[in-house]
């Protein structure tokens, strides 16, 4: 049986990561805030404030979640790119999903912040050399990563989220040809 909390399991990064598999997940980050919004477009505002499972967020603090994540991740980039193996700042999104802005307010403004953020980051991400890929940052928590392990990561989460809505959908019946 698939794990509720991560309905496509748990990330799995290839060793080493080849130029292929960044090239790859750079796609998926790029289609990510369109994918998600067809998504989303599918679903009525009442069911955006269903939980994804027992205990879990709704599907307005997943998608809150992800921009507050994604922006996150770009500035990690960032400081990986012009520090020295800094140590970046980590964040308690638990605590971030219950905010006023993650429970209440429209998906549209975070959607429209994934599109302008993610048209951004593609055009950093594509342009970062082997060099740039292998700059190392540290995480107060997980330790050292790199800068390719971290486009994996969040090619990952996007997928990951989907996932959650989409069965969440699924579930309740709310999609054409749902079961």
């Not at 991560?6 to 990330?11: D, V």
Request: glycine share 6%.
């Amino acid at each position: 049986m698939t794990d509720p909390r991560r309905p496509i399991g748990p990330l799995e990064l290839p060793d080493p990561i080849r130029a292929s598999d960044v090239a790859r997940w750079i796609d998926e980050i790029e289609e990510l805030p369109s994918n998600l919004r067809l998504l989303a477009s599918q679903l009525e505002d009442d069911q955006l404030d269903v939980r994804y499972r027992e205990g879990g967020w709704t599907v307005r603090q997943i998608v809150h979640h992800m921009a507050d994540s994604h922006l996150n991740a770009f500035i990690r980039v960032k400081w990986a790119l012009t520090e020295e193996n800094p140590v970046i700042k980590d964040y308690d999104d638990r605590m971030w999903a219950e905010l006023p802005d993650s429970t209440g307010a429209c998906i549209g403004l975070s959607l429209d912040m994934l599109d302008t953020l993610h048209a951004r980051w593609i055009e950093l991400l594509v342009a970062l050399t082997p060099t740039d890929l292998a700059s190392p940052f540290q995480h107060p928590e997980s330790g050292p990563t790199r800068i390719d392990a971290t486009i994996g990561l969040y090619a990952w989460h996007g997928r990951h989220h989907l996932a959650q809505i989409s069965a969440l959908a699924h579930r309740q019946g709310w999609m054409a040809g749902a079961s």
